[in-house]
């Protein structure tokens, strides 16, 4: 973390941008960021229940709401071409994501997750390993016809990669995070952003300097290891103690917002120091607010106005409403948290749709190869599935594992700066990467409601 | 609103910042920006109730707490220095004063408004036009010292500048916004926004042209006014239908929240678009929603939840749970976006805070004539209160109005751009909107608790 020390103004005051908002420069770039995020806020939500209709997630919906609104270029229309490349609405996109996944840790108890873990070990080894070698082995020779082991290796890792984004979300909306898919999925998912990031530092590495440090990769795994272990480690002894001491300073509802709001930013951003996607760390902080945990903060008012009005009820209402009154305040911290996902998580998702440029679909020599490596990707991934063993439905893992998203977009642009990836496989990783994270929704979605019946 | 079009990529696919968090040149600001909020956000809530032991209100906390934040500098610590010009966190501050201000709209209802209209419109003009001609005809030439005709102009604007958001802050927070007097001040804000941006372009006219053209004050008079009566008349005729229509299409809490919020900003963009402060369009948005126009939603989850309960109960109860169920569900949109408060409203006083700069107040020359004009700015507002009329507390509307804040600053920068403001003038009005802004919050506080006694 490096400390900037901008010049000394010779202002007593140094004013900023949005003490200014109608003369600086940037002031026209802050009043269409409301625009958008309004356009943005409330398209994506006329948009869900269209696509609930035809039977389609929600998530599908803002993800082709971004495709068309990031398209209307083609029809000459180009007030939303600034958008994909501005860097606030991308703030608030990561932020969304962010959210999403402090969210989906917060409703995950981590009892549950450490029941799963050598089954989700297996699934993310086998999900990592094996689309690996189908992407250095097959699809790079045969599908790019490339004999350079440099550009093989970094197809190879990209698909690799995975993105829980999508399923998270997917599992999310159809209130299935309690499966036991769902969560072998979140915790492969941890385990393969640690295993991505040493297979990239190994790719780099060979690429860069023909060799692997292997001293490097130790660092790096043990960084990785280190973080995800210490922060919910440590922070599960500290959360218990800390929310005590918080309320007592002030047990209101805006406290226990911060505490867990402010953890799941800080955890964000330690991951993103150790080199590891933000996500992950907003997850693990999820992992550290186990209802009984927050206990010492007041009920919500709604239970504290319904309390006195208990005492003269017979019994049988009086537990029903006891026990009813009692899951809504251990939720407290959950039903809060939700608005702040309602504004920021449809950004992310149509700000991802709005990074698919339809022209590049349009190159058949492309789209042809792109898909070809396309089901190499999901093959991949659907092997890994089967690793999960008995009493879990396979496809439901392997789709979960399917959506490439960021995490695949960065291991390529990696590549593309080394210089082993050039325009043209560029291309085809992209379109890989949309495909996968297009299609796996509508499939996921299916899967579920089979596997329920 | 210009389209801009941006050149045409080689890539089929634009990357934007989210995608490459790890690796794009700007990504450290995006990491760090999670931790600033982090740190903003939980720093802010431990400081309030400290804050609040003292009597202070939460609101000077935070101001105190950025001031501290801001002059680390001073101690050899530059880690925030950067945070003050940072635009993605200027942007959520700007956010968090939006919806302060939509909050405020929400829980303020038209009718009381137009009631005190008359009484408003006359604490505004009076506090416009006293405050005007002090800084004009007294603080210019005596306290400055300066013949210059078009600075004193110019420093009679900035004094005839009020910023609503510290005084609708202390309302809310102490639950005084049903006050008539809260209503006058709320009300005679709106109306200055307009009358200070007439005033701006009048004195800018001068200066620029020598004259003023009347055809472009007319201009700016009825876009504004057109800009506020347009938004509330069409928005309060539109809100029932547009309600319906979208319960109709799905009724659930997301799509509540998104109509509120969506219609918070897009009114802070058009206010901004006409050149009124985007706040104004945000407070004009929650006037657009009655309980009543919201009918067609659904309730919240645990009123349908208590409801089936209530059947067998006696009158008695039956009736008090009713009550109390309807209320909450009234309040729905408001609950929703009070976690928007929670997390973006500290970072917009946070950041006010931090743009102190301490240094400012070690000059003894411009420290004395900043209290000399603050007095002023002071007794010109207090004048307007006693507009107000009888059975009125002409002290907490004068005190109401008192603060300067990014609106004054506004003012001293144009005029400091025209060139008839300078460095030191700058510098005593930074001060001066200082001092009006920090000792606004705790007088108002104590004067407010006197009233209810």
């Known amino acids: 973390m490096k400390t900037r020390i901008l010049p000394c103004h010779p202002l007593p005051l140094v004013l900023a941008a949005w ?21 943005i806020l409330f398209s994506a939500r006329l948009f869900s229940p269209l696509t609930g209709r035809f039977g389609m997630p929600a998530v599908l919906g803002e993800l082709l709401l971004g495709v068309a609104l990031g398209n209307l270029g083609l029809i000459g229309w180009h007030y939303f071409d600034t958008v994909r490349q501005d860097p606030i609405i991308a703030f608030i996109a990561e932020l969304g994501v962010i959210v999403l996944l402090l969210q989906i840790g917060l409703e995950t108890r981590l009892k549950d997750l450490v029941e799963v873990g050598p089954r989700a070990t297996l699934v993310a080894v086998v999900g990592i390993a094996f689309p690996f070698a189908l992407g250095a082995m097959v699809a790079g ?27 998270g979300r997917v599992f999310r909306d159809l209130g299935q995070l309690g499966m036991r898919e769902a969560k072998i999925v979140l915790g492969a998912a941890v385990i393969d952003d640690v295993l991505g990031l040493v297979l990239l530092a190994v790719v780099s590495g ?17 960084t990785a290891a280190i973080f995800l272990a210490g922060s919910v480690g440590v922070g599960r002894w500290l959360s218990p103690h800390a929310s005590r001491w918080l309320a007592n300073l ?37 992992l550290l607010f186990e209802p009984v945990f927050l206990r010492h903060f007041e009920t ?10 208990l005492d003269d009820l017979d019994r ?25 996902g309602y504004f920021f998580v449809p950004v992310f998702f149509v700000l991802t749709g709005m990074q698919v440029d339809l022209r590049a ?36 893992i392997g789709w979960g594992m399917v959506p490439r998203g960021e995490v695949g977009l960065i291991f390529a642009m990696v ?9 043209t496989t560029f291309s085809v990783i992209v379109v890989m990467v949309i495909l996968t994270t297009l299609i796996t929704p509508p499939i996921l979605t299916k899967l579920i409601h089979q596997n329920k019946t």
Chains 1, 2 share one sequence.
């Open 250 to 286: 002030d047990a209101g509802p805006a406290m226990l917002f911060a505490l867990v709001l402010a953890t799941g930013l800080f955890l964000a951003w330690l991951a993103h120091a150790v080199g590891l996607a933000p996500i992950i760390g907003a997850f693990a902080a999820g």
């Open 141 to 167: 020779p045969w599908l790019l016809g490339s004999d350079n082991s440099h550009t093989n290796l970094f197809l190879g890792a990209t698909l690799a990669a995975t993105s829980v984004g999508i399923t």
């Open 300 to 309: 919500p008012h709604i239970v504290r106005e319904v309390a006195p009005l």
């Open 19 to 39: 003490s200014l908002p109608a003369f600086a420069a940037g002031s026209a770039v802050i009043g269409e960021n409301l625009l958008w995020l309004a356009i």
């Open 206 to 222: 060979l690429v860069q300097a023909g060799s692997v440090s292997v001293g490097e990769v130790v660092g790096i795994t043990a």
């Open 316 to 340: 049988g209402h009086r537990m029903a409403l006891t026990d009813l009154l009692l899951r809504h305040t251990q939720k407290q911290h959950e039903h809060m948290i939700e608005p702040i």
């Open 361 to 396: 679909i349009l190159d058949p020599q492309v789209l042809l190869t792109a898909i070809g490596i396309s089901l190499l990707a999901i093959v991949g991934k659907l092997v890994a599935g089967f690793a999960a063993g008995r009493g879990i439905s396979p496809w439901i």
């Open 415 to 423: 590549g593309k700066q080394l210089g082993v990836i050039g325009e």
